[in-house]
Each structure stands twice: as C-alpha cells, then as structure tokens.
C-alpha cells in the first residue's frame, strides 16, 4: 500500500481533530484490539491532539505529535503504522516468518504461507480471513511488517501454497520514512 506512497506529492490536506472523534477513534482501535484497553491512553493521551492527513486514493493518516501512529483507506478499519505497534506488540495478534521469508517481507512482498507453516514460522489457530495481523520474523524482537490476512489459519494449514497474508506496511516503506513537521 506504501511501496509507491511520495508524502509531497500524495498528501492533499491536514485537518485537526475534534476530541469527540478522537474518542471514537480510541474506541474503535480497542473494539479491534481488546489489548490495547490497558495501553490507549498511554499510547494516545486524552489531551493530546490527533490530526488527520488527506492524501490520494482516500487515504487518511493519523498523526501525533508529527508521528504517523495511525492509517485508514477510505471507510475501511483503523490500522496502527509499525511506530506505534513497536510501542506495545503484545497487545496485537502476531504471526511470525521464518527467516527464508525476511528478505522478501522487508523489500514488501506479500507473504506466502510456506513461510507461515514452515519450522521457523508461527501461524495461531484463531487468525480468520481478512483479519489485520503483526508479522514478525523468526530470530527478530521487532514487529517487521503489518499485514491482511486472504485466508484463514486453518485453510493455510491446509493449502500450505499462495499467498496468505497481503503485506500493508512494512519496515523501510514509504510510510515509514516519512518524517512531518
């Protein structure tokens, strides 16, 4: 999503937000991700302010502090940027390469399931279809890549070939270089 994304030529408009949209924002990432409940103050203080970046394509960017913590196509779910995931992984559902696939997941290719199911990789049972997903690499602490799933655990379990998860954003993307000021 983030291979080709230029933030001076994409992003189209920045709009502060509103406290009261800023809440539902909150509740929407911890109806996602019930882990986040103990830390989402934490990560997004009440009295902090939330803007939102426009940019091509109905991409919204949500920034704190001139950090990209979070982003959202169109009318599609609230997805956190790795900044913020690297602030408190735990809280999020995980998956993990094994490190045949690490080269390919930092250069933003999508992820094959050899590379879910194999010796090196974790795939959890409870991971459905079109389920948003934190990929980590085997010998590596750091979340690497966030990704959608295209089929649930157990239908990778069973196909083990093609593509199980659609690589979003990853470490060294276009969106994780950009810098606001």
Known sequence: MFKRFNSREDIKGTT???SSIQRGIKAKLVQAYPNLKQVIDELIPKKSQLTQIK??????LY???GEIILFQHFDGPIIPS???VHKCPDAFTQVRVDRGAIKFLLSGANIMIPGLVSKGGNLPDDIEKDQYVIVTAEG???PA???LTKMSAKEMK???KGIGIENVHYLGDNLWK???E
Not at 55 to 60: A, I, N, P, Q, S
């Open 63 to 65: 920034t704190l502090n």
């Open 16 to 18: 502060p937000i509103k």
């Open 178 to 180: 950009t810098i606001l």
């Open 55 to 60: 940019c091509e394509d109905r991409l919204f």
């Open 140 to 142: 590596k602490e750091a």
């Open 158 to 160: 069973e196909t083990n």
């Open 145 to 147: 890549a966030i990704g």
């Open 82 to 84: 790795l900044r913020l």
